[in-house]
């Protein structure tokens, strides 16, 4: 392992490496949000932990009044893989060569830093600003995501307490901190597929029915299926096996059973019922003997326009000078669970290009250009 260079001093990176040092693997937040209710309360936020099963939730709030602006992240984070690999210990937060070293200094402890230091200069600076200001956190992103923003969202919906605009401080941007705004996602529809054949020696396949060559044909067939052409706001919907499995270890044996996992990234070209029925029509086209079970973890969700955009565009170009793209390609976030409540939703965060990688850093420049674009928002959206 490397050693670290000279500290650069800021508020966002001292709040930055305190989160970094705490091993905060899903589902374990490991005190970061207790860290930020520190932080926060004695600016007026109060705190109201909304736990479900083991994953820890904060929804903090200062105001009661309309427009309720929320910021929304999550303190957990993936695996290091082999720590060996690392330039740095991955939870030391290290500095070297203007970058900070660590998981989730990117993805999305950064993005939580220099949301959390925006807001605390913005309420010291405008103690009577209009309306409310929200933190929702979980500890689920990264995992299931069964019990952290999702509940939250049902837990506000039934009590009413309606966010109107949310930043999600997912990382975002490309190449530069503000040269992509998320402001949309596509939708996630999964499936996991077994198709059944009959097991049997190799010597003879007359007594057998391998899987693998029944499914063949049909998989070439679903690989080159075009499912729509996208549209202004959504690239083409995608589909991907992720994992394929049959056989028994043994050379002289044909499976009896090949499971496959594959997912579809979806525009609003194309619903969910509509994929599961075309992929149930191939298969019995096919003449197999299948099993088959979907999971639906995302509609796609879409904010084309509003105050919100409009703020974050501003504050971006008056910050970085940049004229920031809008995008709704790569994954799926938590801000699916929050759209779907009218409220208008942007991710906005630091560069992505090392999240979930071994060596994850960010750019400690930026992070202070982030946290200037926040208090920017804040403005736009709260004076």
């Not at 374990?28 to 736990?51: A, V, W, Y």
């Not at 088959?292 to 105050?307: D, Q, R, V």
Request: proline residues 5%; charged residues 25%.
């Amino acid at each position: 392992m490397s050693r670290p260079t000279a500290k650069t001093t800021s508020r966002t990176l001292d709040l930055l490496k305190e989160l970094v040092s705490r091993p905060s693997i899903t589902p374990d937040d490991k005190g970061c949000q207790q860290l930020l209710s520190n932080k926060l309360e004695p600016l007026g936020f109060k705190t109201e932990k909304l736990d479900f099963a083991e994953v820890e939730n904060l929804w903090l709030r200062k105001g009661t009044e309309a427009p309720l602006f929320c910021f929304a992240g999550h303190t957990d984070v993936v695996p290091t893989g082999p720590v060996d690999s690392w330039k740095f210990d991955p939870f030391q937060a290290v500095e070297e060569d203007g970058k900070l070293y660590g998981r989730g200094t990117a993805d999305m402890k950064g993005g939580i830093a220099a949301f959390t230091i925006a807001c605390e200069r913005f309420v010291t600076d405008y103690p009577d600003h209009k309306g409310s200001i929200a933190f929702l956190i979980t500890s689920d992103e990264e995992g299931p995501a069964k019990n952290g923003t999702v509940k939250v969202i049902e837990t506000l919906e039934a009590r009413n307490e309606k966010i109107d605009c949310c930043i999600v401080g997912e990382p975002s941007s490309s190449k530069k901190v503000g040269d992509v705004i998320k402001n949309g996602r596509r939708g996630s529809l999964g499936c996991q597929l077994k198709i059944i054949g009959k097991q049997g020696h190799v010597a003879y396949p007359h007594l057998a029915n391998n899987p693998i060559h029944l499914t063949a044909p049909m998989l070439a067939e679903l690989i080159a299926m075009q499912w729509d052409k996208g549209n202004d706001f959504f690239p083409p919907t995608t589909f991907q096996v992720s994992n394929l499995n049959a056989g028994t270890g043994a050379s002289n044996v044909i499976p009896g059973i090949l499971e496959m996992d594959f997912n579809f990234r979806f525009s609003t070209e194309i619903t969910p019922e509509e994929i599961q029925e075309k992929v149930e029509a191939l298969i019995n086209k096919h003449q197999l003997d299948f099993e088959i079970n979907w999971s639906l973890s995302g509609m796609p969700f879409l904010t084309a326009e509003g105050n919100l955009l409009t703020a974050a565009v501003v504050a971006i170009k008056d910050i970085t000078g940049l004229e920031t793209e809008l995008s709704t390609s790569g994954g799926t976030s938590d801000g699916r669970f929050i759209a779907p409540t009218g409220a208008q939703v942007l991710e906005l965060g630091p560069t992505n290009s090392t999240i979930h990688q071994v060596n994850e850093c960010v750019a400690i420049e930026e992070l202070d250009i982030l946290e200037k674009i926040y208090y920017r928002i804040l403005m736009e959206i709260l004076l």
